[in-house]
């Protein structure tokens, strides 16, 4: 709970409740003007919590004056009730109405975060993720391994239950790393994008990005200065997990190479998740990069093989 986009959910939040609040006083100073016996008793009411304070520092007494003190404001609370009801007002009506009754609007429960904040703060991640429309059409739910048949079945189904069991458990403690390869179109996105997805509603910060336009974000800090570097760094290193799309087919230099293996060996260091699409086979992929980064890509990421025909083409097909 630290980034830009939670601090604007907050921001709403606190915008909504003082809202809510304004919006209930008015209602009061309403009712006060149509009946100021009301006001009168909310002068009374006001008061209760001072009295309390003082049963209980007299220490004296304290239940028998705690449950007189209850029925008193009980029959007052009534009382005031009945007044509303008798100048035609709806029950209620002067009580603050919050969007969100559980945690009355400020997003946390005691110390916990209410699930509203939580879902709020997901949904702002979604659009801050770079998923982009890729979110809402890919999800584990509609990955359907009917398009696959034979072996091909078995290794997209083995990727498919390692990577649900490691999206619903992520618990942003030390991480797995994951290298999908296999030819385009056998559900390497659909199933990363499920995990991010996934990842983003558990409440973690996720940044989904294609290697050529991460290499362009360094490229453009290092020339342009449009992203600085901690704000870089922040992103691509800092982030709970950092979906890679499509390693492999930037142009390769000294630059992008550096970069890949920048990312990939910060994120392994302090044991932040990564995953990785690629495709190119491992063996393309141990020929187009050098040692330093294949030994890291095949010695700690968890490799899942995708085969199998083009399951996009095949969907066509059945339409
Ligand atoms: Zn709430």
Redesign the pocket.
């Known amino acids: 709970m630290r980034n830009r986009k939670t601090a604007e959910v907050l921001e709403r939040f606190s915008k909504k409740r003082l809202a809510a609040e304004a919006a209930a006083e008015a209602r009061c100073l309403e009712v006060y003007a149509a009946v100021p016996e009301i006001k009168e008793i909310d002068k009374k009411l006001r008061t209760t919590a001072v009295n309390i304070l003082a049963i209980a520092s007299s220490g004296v007494d304290v239940d028998e004056k705690m449950a007189a003190l209850r029925a008193e404001t009980d029959a007052i609370r009534a009382e005031r009730e009945r007044l509303l009801e008798a100048a035609g007002y709806p029950a209620g009506y002067t009580d603050i109405k919050y969007?969100?009754?559980?945690?009355?609007?400020?997003?946390y429960?005691g110390t916990k975060v209410?699930?509203?904040?939580r879902r709020e703060v997901a949904a702002a991640a979604l659009e801050d993720s770079g998923l982009g429309s890729l979110a809402k059409t890919q999800s584990f739910d509609n990955f359907d391994l009917s398009y696959y048949s034979g072996e091909a079945r078995e290794t997209v189904a083995h990727a498919f239950r390692t990577l649900k069991d490691f999206a619903e458990n992520f618990d942003g403690g030390e991480q797995k790393s994951f290298l999908l390869v296999g030819a385009s179109g056998l559900g390497k996105t659909h199933l990363s994008t499920a995990v991010a997805k996934t990842v983003i509603d558990r409440g973690y910060r996720v940044v989904y990005n294609t290697i050529d336009r991460i290499i362009d974000d360094f490229q453009a800090e290092r020339f342009r200065d449009l992203m600085t570097y901690d704000e870089l760094a922040d992103t691509y290193f800092d982030c709970d997990l950092l979906v890679v799309d499509d390693l492999g087919c930037e142009m390769q230099n000294q630059f992008s190479v550096n970069c890949v293996y920048n990312i990939i060996n910060t994120r392994l260091n302090s044991g932040k998740a990564t995953i990785i699409n690629s495709n190119l086979t491992s063996e393309e992929l141990r020929r187009f990069y050098y040692d330093r980064i294949t030994s890291r890509l095949f010695g700690e990421f968890h490799v899942l093989v995708f085969k199998g025909e083009d399951i996009r083409r095949k969907k066509l097909q059945n339409r």
């Open positions: 969007e969100c009754p559980v945690c009355g609007d400020t997003g429960v209410c699930d509203c904040l």
